[in-house]
């Protein structure tokens, strides 16, 4: 992790400015309401990880990636092709999946979530390390 944290620096340093970041967006935790039949934004709830830093770290939540997000969000499919966003949003997917872990084990007391984790864990930083080389696979 460590080694995949320096060799993916840059990456990160490249933000410059901080956007406030939900840190747990998904589906379950965005509200929606039904206006004259129109299905419109109601709400956010679940803010315990909302945090000030890299706009890549909501658009790496593997749960919560689809078109209409990506409308809301405002980038295109494309976007998230790029190769620094790439990279960025690969490190964000790596943090979401400790944290994910962390929580599964310590809240729900779930020995799956955490049975896996060093595997999964190498797999991801490998797929970064692939990234920032250029030698990802398509």
């Known amino acids: ?9 840059p ?4 933000v410059k400015k901080p956007v406030l970041c939900h840190g747990d967006l ?42 209409e997000f990506l409308e809301g969000y405002g980038v295109s499919r494309d976007f998230l092709e790029e190769r620094e966003m790439k990279l960025r949003r690969s490190i964000s997917e790596l943090v979401y999946f400790l944290i994910e872990a962390y929580v ?4 729900y007391n779930g020995p799956d979530a955490s049975a896996n984790a060093s595997r999964i864990v190498l797999e991801k930083c490998d797929a970064i390390k692939a990234i ?6 398509r």
Do not use: H
């Open 104 to 107: 599964w084990k310590s809240q």
């Open 1 to 9: 992790i460590m080694q995949t944290a320096e060799m993916t620096r």
């Open 26 to 67: 998904w589906d379950g935790n965005v509200l929606i309401c039904n206006e004259d039949g129109k299905w419109k934004f109601a709400a956010l709830i679940d803010l315990d990880r909302a945090y000030f830093g890299d706009p890549a770290f909501d658009l790496g939540n593997p749960w919560a990636i689809n078109d």
């Open 132 to 137: 920032a080389e250029g030698s990802e696979s």
């Open 11 to 14: 990456a990160l340093m490249s």
